[in-house]
């Protein structure tokens, strides 16, 4: 142990001590009473966790490859006669699922693509270009934000079903979820925030240098506002996956719904083994997508929080 | 400075040409905003004025729409569904309240004081937030089997408690459609809480330990207040939420058994979308409107409100 | 209160509606004709159906486009549901050929959805050998004609053998009383612990159900005297239904656990095994075997308990109807699909053959019951012709098919139909759920609610 290790741990100690503390201080901490009591707790809302999210996932899991007999008769018994792939092969094929996974995808990869396309171009002429009318349209924008989703609905159905100037409906098509899944404006909240905190000598430096709008939008401000990217992404993503009440009412056609639609629909003529098997296939993504991106997920659903009204 | 007031005073002065406008990035102005005005425009303000004027109509696709004044409100009066799934919303909105709303707030307050592997926590909080929600409904429904042998009957049968109906009597049903849907989204709660606890500046902490503070009166003095705002808006976001349930009882239950999970959405979806031969576009877009408008009142009193707490 | 904008994009909206409904102007539905040749879809087997089935009904689509060089067939995925109708109407994208029930046949017809094929069926040979009363629901109130009624069926009683066999029951004796149905099926509770018999709940066939064993007791849901309808759903006999229900519910326990059933949902409910009996249309072996994998050589059917005066057996069917939006070559090339793929079978020795073989390659039920659509002879002789090909075992629906036609048949009520049942219902799901039920009650709720509409319309 060198004389600069020594150092680097009390000065790295001293800083976890002034910041690092909730509510509990670090003397609290040195009581055994209190870290024995906070301990247990906390092995104890570790479990709990464990069970509450992951619990039933894994019987998911298990049960997607169990015979459906065995889920029927003993559902909490593990494997008690062997484990059967078939009933995952059987949904992926016989079943189809793999039409709607693909579905799925399409659906989520062309809201985000629409999403971001009006988020950015929207909040870059708020925030940036700024217009002498940018209030009107911010406050149009914001109105939308306390108007809750059922009063679209019906009449939303009807524009997609006679739009205006395209001759025929986009029912069954993806446009039919692409396009309204950008008139998000808890988005263009978001984006516009964002832009506004950017400094602005930036700008002014490349528009002294020639730069145009575009260019401005293009190699200045979208490089910088890669976190605020990466947040509405997050979301655009989750939320296109998740989506049921919409795609439900205007994909009808089983070769371009998405697994949320797919799913409910053939439950009553599936097997119940290959009908779990199929759940869990629809639920692999999403997860994998959390793990992976973990932080960008859970940092994203934070700021949900830190914004204040 | 005396330049750029003198700019000003020279473009006040200037006559708006639309050259001045080109010049000035007009042009671009306004194709930037072109996405969000087309997309906004035909998607979301086209159909909020469209959903007010279709609320006084009756629609069929045979013939052209027809004035009927208040006749929609007026039905909805006297359909005896419509107090039920007011009844049942509210009952829904209130018991999400009880379990999606103190006890996210204590498994916060629990987690922000973990020293280690905080991120494992908050990961295992927030996973049921990320399976889509059809797959969380269909697999719940599984849990419910009423059987002896379904599956949360087993495991209370280990603990000598008899079979559960769960969804299969009006008295479980929306109890049980509440545990889904807390299940699903308590998650997202949790975090939101962690990141306004973990923002909470820890000098705080120090003076009130100086000023003699034990474990309880730092959280009443310090946490709590710290949180309120959040606290404030993560109640009247799940009241709006609650208040336009559908998914949950619907797929679980359908509203069932006997209208006892039927929600206000439920009944929206089922006049617009399931009426037979005669689709009720009519009574759908005012009940809409009547929810949109309440919520909007309760919003306003509750800031009133709230705002009065603020100030102390 | 309207504003000249949207005073004008209501006119837009409708005369794009109107427009589009008037030529057919669509995403999926009718598409063009090109040198001479017409382009129909066409509503084939329920989603979720099993690849067979599917392999069965496009054997039949390129046999009839062999013999129809001048038509396209593009089949698809199709169930009746009202929603579906609705929007699909809406949207434009209804196949050219589809099914309504009877039920909704003769209101859709009124409001001018269908299309009007008097003319395209009048040319058919048979045409004047209709059983005239099953034509009626098919045509509007002036008489015209909107589609070929198919496939009619009366509830019975679909039991599984294997499970009677299992519960010491004599599989070829199904109950004939409905004390004996609550005998038999404690017994198979007891012994198997499933549910001996159990009823649809759910998705209007609740009351569709409740509406049949009315029937089956003497009593009526709707009575039409002079013009004027009332419902009568507080009838002595829906009462006894109930509490017949009731005491099978909580007092044997023979009911199972699960009472959240619709159609399909039930369907899959007997198939799994998690029900020996059930009462159902007298068709659903072929829903049975497509979705459900059920086996014919474990499925039996009986006839539905009738007592008391006035008692019978509700009876229903499928119409095949033509979209409104339909042009006249598409009217006549669907007319042509309708009656080759719906009618031959029933007229001809070589499309019942052929009709039979595609079904037998596929592993798809030939023999299941049916009522006549012209009479009991041509019935008769149409069921000759394929007698080699009948997979389903005929002592299995010998019960029924032996006794349905010493029966009364009896439509199902003809006003605010599905309103009705969806009323019903609530009040099925109330006595399976709910211990304390309150039978009388409940039922003057439905009356009254059902009632309203009714008067409704006459004004």
């Known amino acids: 142990m060198t004389a600069a290790t020594i150092r680097d741990r009390a000065v790295r100690r001293r800083a976890l001590d002034q910041s690092d503390r909730g509510i509990a201080s670090h003397s609290d901490w040195r009581r055994p009473g209190v870290w024995l009591g906070m301990s247990t707790v906390h092995l104890i809302l570790l479990i709990l966790l464990i069970l509450w999210g992951v619990g039933p996932l894994l019987w998911l899991l298990k049960s997607a490859v169990t015979p459906t007999q065995d889920t029927l008769q003993t559902p909490l018994a593990v494997f008690p006669h062997g484990w059967d792939w078939s009933n995952v092969a059987t949904a992926w094929n016989t079943v189809g699922i793999g039409v709607q996974f693909l579905n799925t995808i399409w659906v989520a990869v062309g809201s985000w693509f629409v999403q971001l396309l009006v988020a950015t171009t ?96 293009w190699s200045i401000v979208l490089p910088m506002s890669r976190p605020i990217l990466g947040v509405v992404s997050v979301f655009a993503i989750i939320n296109a996956w998740k989506d049921y009440l919409w795609p439900r009412l205007v994909l009808t056609n089983p070769a371009v719904q998405p697994l949320s639609v797919r799913l409910p629909n053939i439950q009553s003529q599936t097997d119940l083994g290959v009908f779990l098997a199929a759940l869990a296939i629809s639920m692999i993504i999403p997860i994998v997508l959390f793990l992976v991106f973990q932080r960008l997920f859970l940092r994203s659903a934070g700021l949900g929080g830190a914004v204040k009204g | 400075m005396t330049t750029s007031s003198a700019a000003v005073r020279v473009s006040r002065t200037r006559r708006r040409t639309p050259l001045t406008w080109i010049r000035g990035g007009g042009p671009a102005n306004l194709l930037f905003l072109l996405p969000m005005i087309v997309i906004f425009g035909v998607f979301s303000w086209g159909p909020i004025v469209e959903s007010v004027v279709m609320s006084v109509q009756h629609t069929n696709f045979v013939t052209a729409p027809t004035f009927v004044g208040f006749d929609n409100f007026l039905a909805l009066f006297r359909d005896p569904l419509v107090p039920i799934a007011v009844r049942n919303t509210a009952y829904f909105a209130l018991l999400a309240l009880i379990f999606g709303y103190p006890i996210p707030l204590i498994v916060a307050v629990l987690m922000s004081e973990v020293r280690r592997a905080r991120g494992l926590f908050s990961a295992l909080a927030y996973l049921p937030v990320v399976v889509p929600p059809v797959v969380s409904v269909l697999l719940w429904q599984r849990f419910y089997d009423a059987s002896p042998r379904g599956l949360f009957n087993t495991v209370l049968s280990w603990v000598g408690i008899g079979p559960q109906p769960w969804i299969q009597s009006a008295a479980t049903s929306m109890p049980s459609v509440v545990l889904v849907a807390t299940w699903a989204a308590a998650g997202s709660t949790v975090i939101i809480y962690l990141a306004a606890l973990t923002s909470v500046p820890p000098e705080l902490y120090d003076a009130a330990e100086v000023d003699g503070a034990g474990l309880w009166g730092k959280i009443w003095h310090v946490t709590l207040p710290q949180l309120r705002p959040v606290l404030l808006i993560t109640f009247i976001l799940q009241i709006i939420g609650t208040a336009q349930v559908f998914l949950e009882p619907f797929l679980l239950t359908f509203g069932g058994p006997a209208n006892s999970t039927l929600t206000i959405l439920q009944l929206i979806f089922r006049y617009a979308f399931q009426n037979s031969i005669g689709l009720d576009y009519g009574k759908a877009t005012a009940l809409s409107i009547l929810l949109a408008l309440f919520l909007a009142l309760f919003s306003v009193v509750y800031f009133r409100l709230t705002k009065a707490w603020s100030t102390n | 209160m309207k504003s000249p904008r949207t005073a004008a994009a209501v006119l837009a909206v409708t005369a794009i509606a109107g427009a589009g409904l008037l030529t057919g102007c669509s995403a999926s539905g009718d598409s063009g004709n090109t040198n001479g040749t017409v382009a129909i879809t066409i509503a084939s087997l329920v989603p979720g159906s099993s690849a067979d089935a599917f392999k069965a009904f496009n054997l039949r689509v390129k046999e009839f486009e062999k013999a129809n060089p001048k038509v396209i067939v593009k089949p698809v995925e199709y ?271 070589s499309a019942a053959v052929a009709d039979a073989k595609s079904l037998i390659s596929n592993k798809q039920p030939v023999g299941v019951p049916q009522l006549p659509i012209f009479d009991k002879a041509q019935l008769d002789t149409s069921l000759g012709w394929i007698d080699s090909y009948i997979n389903v075992p005929k002592e299995n629906v010998a019960p029924f098919q032996n006794g349905i036609f010493d029966q009364k048949i009896i439509a199902e009520p003809a006003k605010h139909t599905q309103e009705l049942y969806a009323a019903l219902d609530s009040v099925v799901q109330a006595v399976l759920t709910d211990k304390n039920a309150d039978i009388d009650a409940l039922l003057k709720g439905v009356n009254t609610q059902i009632q309203a509409l009714i008067d409704a319309d006459a004004k």
């Open chain 3, 79 to 349: 169930q009746w549901t009202g929603p579906t109708f609705s929007a699909q109407l809406a949207a434009g994208t209804l196949p050219t050929v589809f099914n309504v029930p009877f039920t909704d046949s003769q209101s859709l017809a009124n409001a001018g959805q269908l299309a009007d094929i008097t003319s395209d069926v009048k040319k058919l040979p048979y045409a004047n050998k209709f059983n005239k009363s099953l034509l009626q629901v098919a045509e509007n109130d002036k008489g015209d004609l909107f589609g070929i009624p198919y496939g009619p069926y009366a509830y019975g009683l679909s039991y599984n053998r294997a499970l009677f066999t299992k519960a010491g029951l004599d599989p070829n004796k199904p109950p004939t009383s409905w004390d004996e149905v609550r005998s038999d099926a404690k017994t198979i509770s007891d012994k198997l612990g499933i549910a001996g018999f159990m009823v649809f709940t759910s998705g209007n066939t609740g009351g569709w159900g409740l509406t049949e064993q009315t029937y089956s007791r003497g009593g009526r849901m709707e009575v039409t005297e002079g013009g004027k309808t009332t419902v009568t759903a507080d009838n002595d006999q829906t009462v006894a239904a109930l509490k017949f229900l009731q005491t099978m519910r909580w007092t044997d326990n023979s009911l199972g656990s699960n009472f959240n059933l619709d159609w399909s949902g039930m369907n899959q409910y007997f198939g799994s095994g998690q029900t020996a009996m059930y009462p159902s249309g007298s068709d659903v072996l072929t829903a049975l075997v497509q979705s459900d994998g059920v086996d014919p050589k474990d499925y039996g059917l009986g006839l539905i308990p009738t007592e008391g005066d006035n008692s019978g057996v509700l009876s229903g069917g499928n119409v095949a109807v033509v979209s409104a939006a339909a042009s006249p070559a598409e009217k006549a090339a669907a007319v042509k699909w309708i009656d080759f793929y719906y009618m031959q079978k029933l007229l001809d020795k």
């Open chain 1, 122 to 217: 929207a909040g870059y002429a708020l925030a940036v270009l700024r217009p002498k009318y940018a209030p009107i349209f911010n406050g149009l924008v914001l109105a939308t934000l306390f108007v809750p989703g059922v009063v679209l609905l019906v009449p939303l159905y009807l524009t997609v079903l006679h739009p205006p100037l395209i001759g025929h409906s986009l029912i069954d098509t993806f446009w039919a979820v692409w396009l309204p899944a950008g008139a998000n404006a808890f988005n263009i909240l978001l984006v516009t925030r964002f832009f506004n905190n950017l400094p602005r000598e930036i700008f002014e430096a490349a528009r002294t240098d020639g730069a145009g709008p575009f260019r401005l939008f």
